[in-house]
């Protein structure tokens, strides 16, 4: 048996260029195309080649071994091969076993494997003669397999499964073994010896084998990209994005009986046809490294979950500064690789000549004063009570008060006419780990220092020293415990007003005490095992009845923050409205949270306070339902997930109902809440005085929100920022360095991408708007009085 003839060289080369600018191709589309990717995709072929040729000498040492392996008896092979094909067929049926919540998964898993390699052995009997290609499967399996056992202990697919049927954790494992199962099968034919034809069975059988795995291949490679839970689980998807290369190098040698004598004789033939193709795979080489990653289009690294996956070893190899990034040189964003303070998401220190943003530029010393001046107010009376009242995952357009055709909320639809109504509210962060704690602390998001938290798969979030031996860790989140930056409440406590917080976060853990959000305040009701009853005991019928209570006897001037979880999990059963689809009962939950609200307000009438209460209803982030066929949140900055409801109900009331169009953001209601209290936001506060902007004042800062995905390494994947000017929304990946422009004026739904649009009779381009954002962000971020050395993420 050849080692590696020439023909082989070409097919893989073939396999490598096939999978980089199909698979990519996809991947842009569904982000949102435009042209100048291109050269990116092809830049990244770079990549691939690399691995293409440890593929290569993968399947030269993988020859050799099967021919050494062939001289052994053949029970001894076949009993090993048996053995590889059983613990793969056992795993697959003990996961479906779990799947379908059938009791005793290991005798469920242990009968099923028997009936399959039962035929498997049948079938391996029949075609004894040459088990080369049988051989070659089993070893396929044996060097993949740890790439999908570390992929699963990433994320912990096993223990977070649920005992709902195909829950996410099961899908992505089913996905893996999956995959791993058809690349063995796929791979086996480049072990036979093509010299004496197929063995495994006739041409026909090749050729539907061959045309079935280009269906499945393609169907793959689709589906990892647009339906497995996208963006949420980068190395998952880089793991599947491995595999597509072994099933399509499989698949191009599944068609080879019917045309590789003449191919062999082409190629030997006709030497040029392997010099083309090595020189058009080769010069994306020279692409790579002569145009360097520019901020204008995708970075070559971040084309495709493939790109991802290849470019490991280079990250390994030429990461200079240990931040994960490479150089701009090497198709990626790091814009200084000898010092790990300069990196997309660093952190401006002006007029010291480094560039830490990677933005192009030196944060000037003259214009970072700009962000040391404080936000005008409107001057008032002293509310009587300063509430907060955050509604977790509520979309405005399905609240009765702002339009929606059914009536899910009735109270606030009913008071109309107390409330400001801001028709164009966006949260700062689009998660509650985000949003949050900027509202808290009045600055956007990456403006704060963070720390990783980490969520174990039952759901606890621990920081990394508070992790217990027995918690399994699967996801990275962001917690305020390490910031320093003045919070709306420690405002409060600083000039000696009582403030009080009562939240609920339903079975998670994000509020507790120790994470950050009890900073200034001096009682904060937090349940969740182990300091109260837990969920569901606690929940937003208790957090009601704890404020009613604490209303009774509260001191004048004080701030209360309310937090209702509901409508994040809205189980069953539906009461009042039916299901809503990918949200449960999330139109009921809105409803009861409401009459909440409702109750709160009547207790206050009671006592006499309402009148001279401020009160403030938001949420923390938006919810996708399939609007460009993501769901979830916090993994972009469309409409449906930054989009929030904001009302204000002044203290002294008014007598008409208001509303207000421009652009406003979750951190403007903490210097909103600090305005009507009668105190004076500190200049660490990016928000503005919500009175103040309806009186016609402008901003001094423009809207942003921050969206984050961070890996389980705590390594950002995508961190988007969006800018939102007018009608204009203008979203930059600082990690991917891609761009997306709509205008609501023309496209609400934002279905097209646009290059430039006019605005106030000027032309701005794509680049325009990215210079604006990196200058805002160059300086709402850049390192302050408050801020620690070191920065996450």
């Known amino acids: 048996m050849r080692i590696l003839s020439p023909a082989d060289l070409l097919l893989l080369l073939v396999a490598a260029i096939i999978q980089t600018l199909f698979a990519s191709t996809v991947f842009q589309l569904v982000e949102g195309w435009y042209p100048v990717v291109m050269l990116s995709i092809y830049q990244s072929l770079a990549y691939a080649l690399t691995t293409t040729v440890v593929v290569g000498l993968s399947i030269a040492a993988g020859r050799a071994v099967v021919a050494r392996l062939t001289r ?86 096993i223990a977070a499964m649920s005992d709902r049927f195909m829950d996410a954790n099961a899908m992505m494992l089913l996905a893996l073994l999956g995959l791993l199962g058809v690349a063995g099968v796929a791979m086996a034919p480049w072990f036979e010896r093509t010299d004496q034809g197929p063995t495994l069975a006739g041409r026909r059988f090749y ?45 191009l040698r599944w068609l080879w009986p019917r045309w590789h004598q003449s191919f062999e004789q082409a190629v030997s033939e006709h030497r040029w046809l392997l010099k083309a193709v090595g020189a058009f795979a080769l010069c994306s080489f020279v692409a790579l490294f002569t145009f360097w990653a520019d901020p204008q289009r995708v970075a070559p690294r971040r084309v495709d979950y493939s790109a991802s996956m290849f470019a490991r070893p280079w990250v390994w190899l030429f990461d200079r500064d240990g931040d994960g990034y490479m150089a701009r040189r090497m198709g990626d964003v790091d814009c200084d690789d000898s010092q790990s303070s300069a990196y997309p998401l660093g952190r401006e220190i002006a007029a010291n000549g480094v560039d830490e943003s990677c933005s192009g530029s030196d944060l000037d010393a003259e214009r970072a004063l700009q962000a040391l001046t404080p936000p005008q107010i409107v001057a008032s009376k002293p509310a009587d009570l300063t509430i907060i009242i955050t509604i977790d995952m509520l979309r405005p357009d399905f609240m009765g008060v702002y339009g929606f055709d059914e009536q899910t909320t009735p109270f606030l639809s009913r008071t109309a006419a107390e409330w400001t109504r801001f028709e164009m509210a966006y949260t700062s962060g689009g998660i509650t780990t985000l949003g949050l704690p900027s509202m808290l602390s009045g600055r956007i998001p990456l403006a704060l220092d963070f720390e990783p938290i980490y969520r174990t798969v039952a759901m606890r979030y621990r920081l990394a020293d508070a992790i217990e031996a027995d918690d399994v860790v699967n996801r990275v989140f962001t917690s305020p415990r390490s910031d320093n930056h003045p919070t709306v409440a420690g405002v409060f406590a600083a000039a000696g007003r009582r403030t009080f917080g009562l939240v609920d976060d339903g079975p998670d853990s994000v509020f507790q005490k120790g994470l950050g959000y009890e900073k200034g305040f001096d009682t904060f009701f937090y349940p969740n095992v182990p300091e109260g009853p837990g969920h569901p005991d606690w929940n937003s019928r208790t957090v009601t009845d704890s404020a009613l209570a604490l209303f009774d006897d509260i001191a004048p001037g004080s701030l209360v923050w309310i937090h209702y979880y509901d409508p994040h999990a809205a189980f069953p059963p539906c009461r009042q409205f039916g299901p809503t689809t990918g949200l449960g009962c999330y139109r009921d939950t809105i409803f009861e949270v409401d009459a909440l609200i409702g109750e709160l307000a009547a207790r206050l009438g009671e006592l006499g306070r309402w009148d001279n209460s401020a009160v403030i209803i938001t949420s923390d982030h938006g919810e996708a339902l399939g609007e460009h066929g993501l769901r979830h949140h916090g993994v972009d900055s469309f409409e449906e997930f930054v989009r929030i409801p904001l009302l204000l109900k002044a203290a002294g009331g008014q007598d008409h109902a208001r509303t207000f169009a421009e652009p406003v953001s979750l951190i403007d209601v903490s210097v909103t809440a600090l305005a009507v209290a009668g105190l004076q936001p500190p200049a660490s506060f990016q928000g503005e005085d919500l009175r103040a902007l309806v009186a016609g004042q402008p901003r001094r800062f423009p809207v942003i929100s921050q969206a984050l995905v961070l890996g389980v390494d705590g390594r950002a994947a995508y961190q988007q920022s969006l800018l939102i000017e007018g009608s204009t929304r203008y979203m930059y990946d ?34 325009d708007f990215q210079r604006t954002l990196y200058g805002w962000l160059d300086l709402l971020e850049a390192r302050s009085t408050f801020s620690r050395a070191t920065k996450f993420p």
């Open 207 to 251: 050729r539907v084998a061959g045309l079935a795995s280009v269906v499945l291949w393609v169907a793959i490679v689709i589906w990892n990209r647009t339906t497995l839970v996208p963006r949420l689980y980068p190395d998952l998807h880089e793991a599947l994005a491995c595999l597509e290369l072994l099933i399509l190098a499989g698949t």
């Open 72 to 157: 052994l008896a053949r029970p001894v092979l076949l009993g090993g091969w048996l053995l590889v094909g059983f613990s793969l067929v056992t795993s697959c049926f003990y996961l479906v076993g779990r799947v379908l919540s059938i009791e005793g998964f290991l005798v469920f898993a242990l009968m099923g494997a028997s009936l399959v390699l039962g035929a498997l052995s049948w079938f391996v009997l029949r075609h004894i003669e040459r088990l080369e290609a049988l051989l070659g499967c089993a070893l396929c399996w044996f060097v993949a397999l740890p790439l999908v056992v570390d992929t699963e202990h990433r994320y912990r697919l």
């Open 734 to 767: 600082r990690i991917t360095q891609r761009q997306w422009l709509y205008d609501l004026a023309t496209d609400p739904e934002q279905r097209r991408s646009l290059s430039g649009v006019e605005v106030d009779g000027e032309h701005r381009s794509l680049r």
